[in-house]
């Protein structure tokens, strides 16, 4: 937030807000290593951070397109946000695939 202000922070800045997203933001990531560890007894907590954050991003870009000051945010969370949800999406689609095939082979 420091180092590109206009992609990674809102206007004013808000340094309570601030440190309200990074708290949740890094307790949700030391979940998110521990899930990794045994992602098929965690899915509930991936996919909630996959949809959160398609959700969050789209409600973001219509925020930042609405407000012109705001714009960095499309180049910068924006993106971020939905290329978390993909990466996630798409590797745990992959993890769930292949208990599947696993599971249909016992």
């Keep these: 937030m420091k180092i590109w202000p206009s992609g990674w922070s809102w ?4 340094y309570e807000y601030e440190q309200m997203i990074v708290g949740i933001y890094a307790t949700l ?3 998110l290593l521990w899930a990794s560890r045994q992602p098929e007894a965690h899915l509930s907590l991936i996919w ?3 949809w959160s954050s398609v959700v969050h991003g ?4 219509v ?3 609405i407000d ?4 960095g945010h499309l180049f910068g969370d924006v993106p ?3 290329l978390v949800a993909i990466v996630l999406g798409f590797l745990t689609s992959r993890q769930q695939v292949g ?4 599971s249909g082979a016992a």
């Design 11 to 14: 206007s004013p800045g808000q």
């Design 80 to 82: 971020a946000l939905i």
């Design 99 to 102: 208990l599947s095939t696993h």
């Design 63 to 65: 925020q930042a397109v």
């Design 48 to 50: 909630f951070t996959v």
């Design 29 to 31: 990531g030391v979940f």
């Design 58 to 61: 789209l409600i973001m870009a």
């Design 68 to 71: 012109p000051a705001e714009r």
